[in-house]
């Protein structure tokens, strides 16, 4: 095993004011900071200290690269375990990989950074895959793992033909209805999704009551509090895998429509109280604007656009009649709800015997002005600061927000007596703690809000500037950073002496980077036996991303096939493994002996080059903050389908700086499943109708002979006016009950 620490040393001075007298000291820290296009900072310098003992040094971009690298090593740990069979494992470090990317995600123009939104895709795709082979959950997988196994479930079963009502439950304002679909969705919660449905159950004890009573105050059905289950597990902190965060799922610009706000040192998505009250809100204008509370859900799902759009296909306003033309989450959306509704009013009948429910949360609230670490202010209310932490979620640090006055945080009952006496005779300077930053030749203020997770207007309030413009060199500014938030932490572990030999050396995270590697090697790719490696030297000008490019990889997989960490620059002779296709070893074992440009052009030309599944000139698309994949195909006039099928995308999922493949002229391709020649609600009682999603390489002649069936009938079924498919489209089989019988 390859042990790894990693040390900063410190170019800089920096002074730290403690929480007490005593701990106000002077001490050295970095001035490292993550290379912005609007600055020139010097850069903080690591080591890495090999099993030998032989130092490697190598240039850190700061915090975020730190962490993207311990983010890669759960990531790999992953990876390993997976070769291993080790499952357990595969799934906490996944888990442990998008819970630090996650964490990242709140630093300031995180999504602009190409390595997080690379490696970001990498983990969770990867991540996708191993759920799709394994037949059971781990205990420790989120609900985002479990959404994606339910999918899979379902979509193995007859997913389109959900069957009449068997049943409906009274009682209720949203009809609570029992059918085939509906069924399987009990069934999978009965069986392999069984400890999640207890934890909700458990989890349900704590917040639904409060829950309740807000439905109640927005004139919303109280049934509306399952739905909170299937999107979060009533976890007030969840994040998904598409970015929407808290106990609602909200996206950061639906949130924002209706109050929610976001910054780096608050989330009132993952608020409980404002979160419920804005989905509440959010639900009645959907239900307001369909007339049908299951339209309503599904648009709360995936966009009241599809919805639409599904109407308009099936040509009804049915869930059931119209649900094939949703995606697929969405179509197992609603039946999730009802499942969830109905175990939970009668958990006896479905198994659920003694199923403990965690008690009430209660709190009341007190004021707070400006940043305070919890531990300070728990004190103040005779609590724990992992109580603070757990009634205010929205926190993101472990601290109250900057420059806010009359901050309103919930303390445990009877934490209100006397707290305001008790926070008044704290020291200033012991409530809060701050970095004294001082400006350096090429430092903008931006970059400097950026470098501490902070916005630049609460380094201009703080700090009384008016003009962002107007920074002198050797001023010295004040940076909230209180004992409790990441950024503290960071540099109080910067400052932390690990060598006797030179004491400006400082650590960083070395005991969660030591856990992560516990189980790290280099990675090959899962299909090692069908694929080569190859080796490519480093040229000048070079970097991770252009060489993924050339050889039609991952950035992270060129990282993790070199075990080559973040924060470390390539250099010109050094010798990178490369893994590639063995169909497609002779193309790219030239690609190391061609020029730059030469390379460019190659991966140009590769780029516009007409495909199989296309009809026109291929160009890259880079995509921007606030792009959907229906808002790319909208201004492209092609379908979301196929630009999936071009890029290879198992999800809706896209980051910001990712680059698009799009054939522009592919609109004439006519490849949408929707089938307006047949009558779907006409159907013979004998015939049944298949879902089926074309995998890579698939041809219609393949799946028509799979199917027994003809290829002109696949075709007909699905609109297709030439044989040309791709990987993720779905296509509608009809299968004759008793031949397939």
Known sequence: MRLVLLILVSPALMWIVGCSSSDTTS????????????????????????????????????????????????????????????????????????????????????????????????????????????????????????????????????????????????????????????????????????????????????????????????????????????????????????????MWQFMKGTGRLYGLRTSSWYDERRDFEKATRAAARHLSDLHAEFGDWYLAMAAYNSGAGRVYRGIRRSGSTDFWTMRRYLPRETRNYVPSFLATAIICMNPKEYGFHGVERADEIQFETVSVDDCVDLETLARCASTDASVLRELNPELVHWCTPPATKGYKLRVPPGGSEGFAERYGAIPDENKRNWIMHTVRRGETLGGIARKYGIGTDIVMEVNKIKSARRLSIGKSLMIPIPKGSTQYASVMERNESVSKRNPTRRKINTDRVEKALAASKRYAPADKDNSEELTYIVKKGDTIGHIAEWYGCRAADIRNWNDFPYGRTIRPGQRLSVWVAKSDLAKYKKINSMSFAEKERTTATAATAPSDDSNGVGKRYTVRRGDTLEKIAQEHNVSIKQIKGWNNLRSSRINAGQQLIIYVEAADVNTSSSNESIDVKNLPSDVRVISYHVKRGDTLWDIARAHSVEEVDIKKWNNLRRNTIYAGQELLIYKDKVAAN
């Open 27 to 246: 001490k050295q820290a970095t001035e490292g900071e993550h290379q912005q296009a609007d600055q020139t900072v010097q850069p903080e310098t690591l080591a890495v200290i090999g099993s030998s003992g032989e130092e490697d040094l190598f240039v850190s971009d700061s915090l975020v690269s730190a962490m993207l690298e311990i983010a890669r090593q759960h990531y790999l740990s992953a990876t390993n375990a997976q070769v291993n069979g080790d499952r357990e494992r595969t799934v906490t470090q996944y888990e442990e990989a998008i819970s630090i990317l996650n964490d990242l995600s709140y630093y300031p123009d995180i999504e602009s950074n190409r390595d997080f939104s690379d490696l970001s895709k990498a983990v969770i795709d990867d991540y996708e895959t191993h759920i799709a082979k394994i037949d059971t959950l781990d205990t420790e997988s989120s609900i985002f793992a479990l959404r994606e196994k339910l999918n899979q479930f379902t979509e193995s079963q007859d997913s389109v033909d959900a069957g009449p009502p068997t049943e409906v439950i009274g009682g209720t304002t949203i009809p609570i209805v029992m059918n085939k679909l509906v069924d399987q969705h009990i069934a999978f919660f009965q069986g392999k999704g069984r400890v999640h449905m207890e934890r909700w159950m458990y989890q349900s004890g704590k917040y639904f009551p409060l829950l309740r009573k807000i439905l109640r105050e927005e004139g919303v059905p109280e049934e509306l509090t399952y739905l909170a289950m299937v999107e979060s597990g009533l976890n007030p902190v969840a994040r998904s895998w598409a970015r929407a965060v808290g």
